[in-house]
Nanobody
């Protein structure tokens, strides 16, 4: 059974850092695109970052590029999101998801509904 478990959220002051983890089971991460999405209060779900480990492609939303980094560890089947220089507007529930259709396009991954989702982890950034 395909499962994703997100963790690592918490409360952080602006300018601080957090690292989110997504442990994937049921398939190796190099067979799917795995991404992080977030939903802030009163806003639609937003794509944050996606990694396609099989070809090393990484995609980022403009709002987080140069601050957040997505990475993966095939040995532990885990995808990470390193978040630096956090801002209050980064406050959201962060979800990890997996998608079996591959395209080298940020707009594609940020638009389509992913095949599988984890439960999400809350990130709160105070000013």
């Amino acid at each position: 059974d395909v499962q994703l478990q997100a963790s690592g959220g918490g409360l952080m002051q602006a300018g601080g850092s957090l690292r989110l983890s997504c442990v994937v089971s049921g398939f190796p991460v190099d067979e799917y695109a795995v991404g992080w999405f977030r939903q802030a209060p009163g806003k639609e779900r937003e794509g944050v970052a996606v990694i396609h480990e099989s070809d090393g492609s990484e995609y980022y939303a403009d709002s987080v590029k140069d601050r957040f980094t997505i990475s993966s560890n095939n040995a532990t089947n885990t995808v990470y999101l390193q978040m630096n220089a956090l801002r209050p507007e980064d406050t959201a529930v962060y979800y990890c998801g997996a998608e079996g259709e591959f395209k080298r396009s940020a707009s594609f991954y940020f638009r389509i509904p992913f095949d599988y989702w984890g439960q999400g982890t809350l990130v709160t950034v105070s000013s």
